[in-house]
């Protein structure tokens, strides 16, 4: 293992990607830095920690096709793009947004505006899971509740923002996505995401 330059310690961001240790989403603890990353060709999220250490599930991600959905015609590919999820809210429909109508509000760090874009769960989250495909949602992201739960720590932990990549295929390393999300979060508490601007 590569070490930090410090006695005794060493950082993911120095270890070869077979030395990175992998906790699963048990073992997984939210810290102050964590961004989420999705990969919408595997249909895979990642959430990393400030030292590269991550944790990796599977995520539902658009249908990839034209949907008609609350009165609009659009293409429901989740577009590619940096985020910040800035608000949580809560929404009725149950079915849609999960159990608890948790939706996360993704911005658009480019615009930003706030898009009809999120995070949250599915009623039948566990069947899409199971399916074929995960292409399956009208452009948000939907995860599993537990992993929403998590969503929902680290977000509050981070001052209630979460930066958020949806990208189609992972072909820079993680730590090149990490540092290039925070940067196009803006100056907004930064400081907690280890990035000077």
Not at 130 to 144: E, N
Request: hydrophobic fraction near 35%; glycine fraction near 10%; proline fraction near 5%.
């Amino acid at each position: 293992m590569a070490s930090t330059g410090l006695p005794g310690t060493v950082s993911a961001w120095s270890l070869l990607p077979s030395e990175v240790p992998q906790p699963t989403i048990a073992e997984w603890r939210p810290e102050t830095g964590d961004v989420f990353i999705v990969d919408t060709k595997e249909n895979m999220g990642y959430l990393i920690h400030p030292d590269g250490v991550r944790t990796s599930f599977m995520v539902i991600t658009g249908q990839r096709s034209v949907v008609r959905y609350i009165g609009r015609v659009y293409d429901a590919t989740t577009p590619v793009r940096s985020w910040t999820a800035l608000s949580k809210e809560t929404k009725g429909d149950r079915i849609t947004f999960g159990k608890d109508g948790t939706f996360f509000r993704l911005t658009n760090n480019k615009t930003e505006e706030r898009t009809p874009y999120g995070i949250h769960g599915h009623a039948y989250a566990d069947k899409m899971f199971s399916g074929q495909t995960r292409y399956r949602s009208m452009g948000c992201i939907i995860v599993s509740d537990e992993i929403l739960e998590i969503i929902g720590r680290t977000f509050a932990m981070n001052g209630d923002r979460l930066p958020v990549l949806t990208t189609f295929g992972l072909e820079q390393d993680i730590a090149s996505l990490r540092d290039n999300l925070i940067k196009s979060a803006g100056n907004t508490n930064m400081t907690a995401y280890g990035v000077t601007l």
